[in-house]
């Protein structure tokens, strides 16, 4: 299995745990790196950038985070899953992309800065957002 294939397992029983799904929700698009989940209950859209030609450092990007249910801590729990998946493959950064005034207070809230000047991308390392977690 290749380290994408493994990724996008380890997403869906994440999923299927968390949300109660019965099969796996989760596919790449076509020919990337791009991972979906869309159902009723969660919008999900996550990059995994392992080249750093692209990127400086290895990062997973969460391009599309969004909860039907909110407020009930899926946010936080799938920040530490993707803590734990990042130190399982050697991905160094997380990012928020695109995000709008809620997703900029929740970034900051989990000690993520602005990576440009209108403050619509937000990064921080691996280990930084394990402590911020551990604070909440």
């Not at 599309?64 to 729990?77: A, L, P, S």
Request: hydrophobic residues 40%; contains cysteine; charged residues 25%.
């Amino acid at each position: 299995m290749t380290k994408l294939e493994i990724i996008k397992e380890a997403v869906n029983r994440y999923l299927m745990e968390q949300f109660g799904y019965k099969k796996n929700i989760a596919e790449y698009c076509r020919y990337s790196t791009n991972l979906q989940a869309l159902t009723k209950k969660i919008d999900l859209y996550l990059r995994f950038i392992d080249d750093t030609q692209i990127l400086k450092n290895p990062t997973i990007i969460i391009a599309r985070i969004e909860f039907k249910e909110q407020q009930k801590g899926h946010g936080k729990r799938l920040l530490a899953f993707l803590c734990t998946l990042a130190d399982e493959h050697g991905f160094s950064f997380i990012e928020m992309e695109g995000c709008t005034k809620n997703g900029a207070a929740f970034s900051e809230a989990f000690g993520f800065y602005p990576t440009g000047s209108q403050r619509l991308h937000w990064r921080t390392s691996v280990d930084d957002l394990k402590t911020a977690l551990a604070k909440h």
